[in-house]
């Protein structure tokens, strides 16, 4: 029998098209209201949408910094980067990130995850456990901690199936692995400095020239994430009528999750005492009075001195004679570069793409015109969140809410709806709901790659729930995000 032909690596091919788009389309006669330079930025743009669809976020981000500086768009290669890296988001996650993947590192993670199964409370309650099941990713990936989500979700779904006596390719375990994933989904977007909201509500921040209020998003995240969680369960309890019986008689001693929960080390409870305080001076400034002495403090700190004073902090503070926090090894495993520099790029280019000087917003709202007609701005939502919860099952998540936020800017206008609350149902849409195939995002590919869960036994299981979720979406979340954005 023949091997199958191996995949031709066509990187070279991309990275071709990425410079004809990049160099070339300012070439383009440009089509009014749009200008010259408005033709340059719309070039460097379209080859990072190219680049990021097929070959990552790393060297594409990169061509983007120098072809910013080569047609123009900025006078040196030295001030671009400044543009880009100089963006105080992008310090943020030197920073933050650190702060988050410590309580990994410490094992507070792990010994949260091994508390909640060793509850009394689920013990002969199915229903119960298939939900501590789905929470114990939900929470982790609320946290950041995503990658630790998928290990370890599945470590315990897999238990809870094999003490069970569930074989793990059988109805009942196919949907507990697949709603574990799905979990998953559901607590990214809680907290918006730790997921790709931070880059599209950081870009949009920089169109509109309007700091981002992460307290008015967790008013919209936390409870629409825990409704998310909750239909989750009801849709396999009550549509897909799943089997738990077997489930009542689980021997929770029996669960592979770590090694037995002692007490909490001093570690332990340090760097989660620290992580709220850091939360906790974050979101503050949201709710205090203006000219409040504390608010004032807080405000002026910033985010980013507030991650860095909380860093020193526990760098200094020695248990053991050890710092708490090891920062060189820690942001080993909690820094990601290629994700740092998209978001700078990202920052970058959303600035320059709604410039007055470009064209485009205005280009947009001539092409726009048609849809903006409709009389209900209502409907408008409804269809602009259907088109990008469509493509988002075919692009990357982050890439196509950022090409939709000019046209957020334009409907705003038009509609006198609220941007904010727009962009915040744009990050759902394009970001939880993207799993109906298997190129819609990272987590969903683990998924249908798993053994247990191939695409054509598992998408049935899966499309009813994100339809539930896309109606959330539209009514109890949008009217959620206006109500917080007042």
């Keep these: 029998m023949m091997e199958a032909k191996a995949k031709k690596d066509l990187t070279w091919v991309h990275f071709v098209i990425i410079l004809l788009l990049m160099f070339g389309v300012q070439y383009i006669p440009p089509v009014e209201p749009i200008t010259a330079y408005g033709m340059k930025i719309l070039g460097v743009f379209a080859g990072l949408l190219w680049g990021w669809s097929f070959c990552g976020m790393l060297w594409p981000s990169i061509m983007g910094i120098v072809a910013l500086a080569v047609t123009g768009c900025y006078d040196t290669g030295d001030t671009a980067i400044v543009a880009a890296f100089g963006n105080y988001m992008v310090l943020n996650c030197l920073f933050l990130f650190v702060l988050v993947e410590l309580l990994s590192d410490c094992g507070l993670v792990d010994y949260i995850c091994r508390r909640l199964m060793a509850m009394e409370a689920i013990k002969g309650r199915p229903w119960l456990l298939f939900s501590v099941v789905l929470f114990i990713p939900f929470l982790l990936s609320a946290v950041g901690?995503?990658?630790?989500?998928?290990?370890?979700?599945?470590?315990?779904?897999?238990?809870?199936?094999?003490?069970?006596?569930?074989?793990?390719?059988?109805?009942?375990?196919?949907?507990?692995?697949?709603?574990?994933?799905?979990?998953?989904?559901?607590?990214?977007?809680?907290?918006?400095?730790?997921?790709?909201?931070?880059?599209?509500?950081?870009?949009?921040?920089?169109?509109?020239?309007?700091?981002?209020?992460?307290?008015?998003?967790?008013?919209?995240?936390?409870?629409?994430?825990?409704?998310?969680?909750?239909?989750?369960?009801?849709?396999?309890?009550?549509?897909?009528?799943?089997?738990?019986?077997?489930?009542?008689?689980?021997?929770?001693?029996?669960?592979?999750?770590?090694?037995?929960?002692?007490?909490?080390?001093l570690r332990?409870?340090?760097?989660?005492?620290?992580?709220?305080?850091?939360?906790?001076?974050?979101?503050?400034?949201?709710?205090?009075?203006?000219?409040?002495?504390?608010?004032?403090?807080?405000?002026?700190?910033?985010?980013?001195?507030?991650?860095?004073?909380?860093?020193?902090?526990?760098?200094?503070?020695?248990?053991?004679?050890?710092?708490?926090?090891?920062?060189?090894?820690?942001?080993?495993?909690?820094?990601y570069w290629d994700m740092i520099i998209f978001l700078a790029v990202v920052l970058c280019v959303s600035t320059l793409l709604t410039a007055e000087e470009t064209g485009i917003t205005a280009f947009l709202n001539g092409v726009m015109q048609p849809l903006l007609g409709l009389k209900s701005g209502y409907l408008f939502v409804v269809l602009f969140l259907a088109v990008a919860s469509l493509l988002t099952q075919f692009m990357n998540n982050t890439v196509v809410a950022i090409m939709f936020l000019p046209i957020v800017l334009v409907a705003s206008a038009s509609y006198g709806l609220n941007s904010w609350a727009l962009v915040t149902v744009l990050i759902g849409a394009a970001q939880f709901i993207a799993y109906a195939t298997p190129a819609a995002c990272p987590n969903a590919g683990m998924m249908y790659s798993c053994e247990y869960t191939p695409y054509k036994k598992s998408v049935k299981y899966v499309v009813p729930v994100l339809l539930v979720w896309f109606v959330s979406l539209i009514t109890l979340g949008y009217a959620l995000a206006c109500v917080a954005f007042i």
């Design 145 to 265: 901690q995503v990658f630790s989500a998928v290990y370890l979700g599945w470590k315990i779904a897999y238990s809870v199936l094999d003490i069970a006596g569930y074989e793990r390719d059988s109805r009942t375990g196919r949907i507990t692995i697949i709603y574990s994933m799905l979990a998953i989904a559901a607590g990214s977007q809680v907290l918006p400095f730790l997921s790709s909201a931070l880059m599209i509500c950081g870009a949009f921040s920089q169109m509109v020239g309007e700091a981002f209020n992460y307290g008015k998003y967790m008013i919209f995240s936390v409870p629409f994430a825990l409704l998310n969680l909750v239909e989750l369960v009801l849709v396999v309890r009550f549509f897909f009528k799943m089997d738990v019986e077997k489930f009542a008689h689980v021997d929770l001693a029996k669960l592979d999750v770590g090694s037995e929960a002692s007490k909490m080390t």
């Design 268 to 335: 332990q409870k340090v760097s989660g005492i620290a992580f709220l305080i850091a939360l906790a001076m974050l979101l503050l400034p949201n709710f205090l009075p203006e000219g409040n002495i504390i608010s004032n403090f807080l405000t002026s700190l910033g985010m980013t001195g507030t991650c860095m004073l909380i860093v020193v902090i526990l760098v200094l503070l020695k248990i053991d004679g050890k710092p708490v926090l090891d920062y060189n090894g820690v942001a080993k495993k909690a820094i």
